[in-house]
């Protein structure tokens, strides 16, 4: 845009007043630089741009020295020399891409982002006479862009995951070096002690440096000291400039005094995380080796950031707390221990799906129990998951052991469940196989359940009756009982279609497997083909469990009283 | 595992008839309530739920089609069931809903009250 030989040779030859004129009108600066580096010309906005009053103040100073004034980076934070700067390219012969430089001025910590883009003077012959570089504040746009990206990594990263101490950690790296030089994430409980639970800083030699500074400070703040006050008002805290003094005098003891000395703390501000009106913990942002001044436009920025981080603070919290209900209800809902029957060796198995997201609680059960004049097992799956089917888990458990007392008949037993499930709004429905344990003699009844496996001691698989249809469903229902010998040798087995239905890489394990992996087992004890059983649908299953999964294993036993 | 569960909706007259296939589970039930959801008697005289072409049924699907069963014979629309895979046909079996819905080979059976 500037090229032309008759331009550089009215600059050359001093006669360039009145194209100075016309460039001094310009916002952009402009620099003319000629092959043994003199600087020929700058308009008034370069002049400015680089802090000095009259163009013979800045032709007398060295481009040296008034790098030597700033810190001076790429966008990766890179430290920039000289010979990267487009116009020393250019006259040295180098290409001269545009360079997107940052600058931090080490005496006012002013941040800059400047796009340097040169081109070159020649002459009437095509040689190379000048570089006349733009210098572009890009200041507004390239920190609205880097805010914007920050905003978007703290959103993923914080919608990405439960594990808390792991998300904060994330979220200070993120903020490390783009917002601050050093971040530390601290989390308050009511009594004021604080967790620390996480820390990031630009340069990872310091980082050994901020673990020992955090044992010089006490576990619970002080109402007066900033963090304590911060998080008392509920209002964040910005110091742009902390003279030395003040950042020692904290200290508690010498050492104390030459971590903070070391880390060369500039600009500091501390955020509180606020979620409703609670807030959660605080979060502290540091300028040091960068010599950035922190300004008001960073701190509503990391009010920002310390928003969302509260929101996932409290939302991990939340999960915590219910997860907590729902194990505490799923143990209220399971036998702690089964009952010692006489004349019965029994063994259960539980597996809630999606046992390790802890939240989940299941629809399948199992209850064994010694009535006044019987004992009785019972197994059963309410269809759905959730709070919903756990609770109607615990109603079908304690409404057989009831029911048990007045009409000790299994059919008798899932009539009035049916009845119980029936009176109450929706459809919840069930299926259960109940039995009633003799002596070497099982009565069954069966609602809808599938049918249980008996192994006897020449591995001969047999599947009992399996006649009434589920709970809950229909209003002319009937249940029948089935007398089911079980001798000495045999193994029992009742499940639920969790079994059968577990989901493979290309099937489900399915009725046949149940049944192979039962033959395979014969004489073992109860116990030991639950294990087998549990092992095999681990082996089995691709991926998190879909369905419960809740069997019992008896087998009979010399009757002992 | 992939489940490919898919749904088709027609209607016949004052008929609706929704072929299910693929698995219907868990994670698949949802698409199936919702489509159940939007009929009602007595605009619709007859629901078929033709099961021919769905390979599993687990009982979360099982207890959606009770459920629509339940509702619907209340509002004066009858549902019939077309017999689908060996898994499917056992569960209905098993469970009694075989015994107390109406359940035919194919859609035509249904529509033709045959």
């Known amino acids: 845009m500037l090229g032309g030989a008759g331009l550089t040779e009215r600059f050359l030859s001093g006669r360039g007043p009145e194209v100075a004129e016309l460039l001094d009108t310009l916002s952009e600066a402009i620099t003319i630089r000629d092959l043994s580096d003199t600087l020929l010309f700058a308009n008034q906005a370069a002049i400015r741009h680089m802090g000095f009053e009259t163009l013979a103040e800045l032709q007398a100073t060295p481009l040296q020295s008034i790098m030597a004034d700033y810190i001076v980076e790429n966008e990766d934070g890179r430290p920039l020399k000289m010979s990267d700067v487009p116009s020393v390219r250019l006259l040295h012969g180098q290409s001269a891409e545009p360079l997107l430089m940052h600058t931090v001025h080490r005496q006012s910590g002013e941040s800059r982002w400047d796009l340097l883009k040169t081109a070159g003077l020649r002459d009437a012959e095509g040689r190379l006479m000048a570089a006349v570089t733009m210098i572009e504040d890009v200041t507004a746009v390239k920190t609205a862009d880097v805010h914007m990206r920050m905003l978007s990594e703290w959103g993923r990263t914080l919608a990405s995951s439960l594990d808390l101490q792991e998300t904060l950690q994330t979220v200070a790296q993120i903020a490390v070096p783009r917002l601050a030089d050093l971040c530390v994430v601290d989390l308050i409980d009511h009594k004021m002690v604080r967790d620390h639970v996480g820390s990031a800083h630009r340069d990872p030699a310091l980082r050994e440096l901020v673990a020992r500074l955090r044992e010089f400070e006490p576990a619970e703040l002080e109402p007066d000291s900033t963090l304590g006050r911060v998080i008392a008002t509920g209002k964040s805290e910005l110091f742009a400039e902390i003279p030395k003094e003040r950042v020692i005098r904290v200290a508690h003891n010498e050492e104390h005094r030459e971590l903070l000395r070391a880390l060369e703390i500039r600009s500091a501000m501390a955020v509180p995380m606020r979620v409703r009106s609670r807030t959660v913990g605080v979060m502290t942002f540091c300028t040091c080796g960068s010599q950035r001044r922190l300004t008001p436009d960073d701190l509503k920025l990391a009010e920002q950031l310390a928003a969302r981080a509260a929101i996932a603070v409290e939302n991990s919290r939340l999960h915590t707390t219910l997860s907590g209900v729902a194990e505490t209800l799923q143990q209220s809902l399971l036998p702690n221990e089964l009952p010692e029957v006489p004349g019965w060796e029994i063994a259960a198995l539980y597996r809630p799906a999606g046992a390790d997201q802890r939240i989940e609680v299941g629809g399948d059960f199992y209850e064994v129990f010694n009535g006044d004049s019987a004992s009785f097992a019972l197994i059963g799956d309410i269809t759905g998951h959730g709070v919903t089917a756990a609770t109607l888990t615990g109603l079908m458990r304690s409404g057989a052991r009831f029911v048990s007392r007045l009409e000790p008949q299994p059919a008798a037993i899932l009539h009035r469940l049916d009845e119980e499930l029936r009176q109450r709004p929706g459809t919840a429905l069930c299926t259960a196989l109940c039995a009633r344990l003799g002596a070497g003699e099982l009565v069954l009844s069966s609602a809808g359940h599938p049918p249980a496996l008996i192994v006897d001691a020449s591995a001969n698989v047999t599947e009992t009756p399996a006649p009434g249809p589920l709970l809950g469903a229909f209003d002319d229902a009937e249940w029948g009982e089935e007398a089911v010998a079980v001798g000495p040798g045999e193994l029992m087995l009742l499940y639920t279609d969790g079994v059968t239905e577990a989901a493979g890489p290309d099937e489900r394990f399915g009725l046949q497997r149940l049944r192979e992996l039962l033959a395979e087992h014969s004489g073992v004890s109860p116990g030991e083909l639950l294990e087998a059983l549990d092992m095999a649908l681990e082996q089995f299953r691709e991926g998190q469990a879909a369905d419960d999964v809740a069997a019992l294993a008896l087998r009979a036993v010399p009757y002992q009283r | ?114």
């Open chain 2, 1 to 114: 595992m992939d489940s490919g569960f898919r749904l088709e909706v027609r209607t016949e007259g004052a008929a609706a008839i929704i072929a299910v296939s693929g698995e219907l589970d868990l994670a698949s039930s949802p698409a199936f309530q919702e489509q159940l959801e939007r009929i009602s008697g007595p605009e619709t005289e007859l629901l078929v739920i033709d099961l021919r072409e769905l390979d599993f049924m687990d009982s979360t699907g099982l207890s959606i089609i009770v459920g629509a069963h339940q509702r619907l014979t209340e509002q004066g629309c009858s549902v019939s069931i077309v017999r689908g895979a060996q898994q499917v046909e056992r569960l209905l079996d098993l469970t009694g809903v075989a015994e107390r819905l109406r359940v035919v080979d194919t859609p035509e059976e249904a529509l033709n009250g045959g």
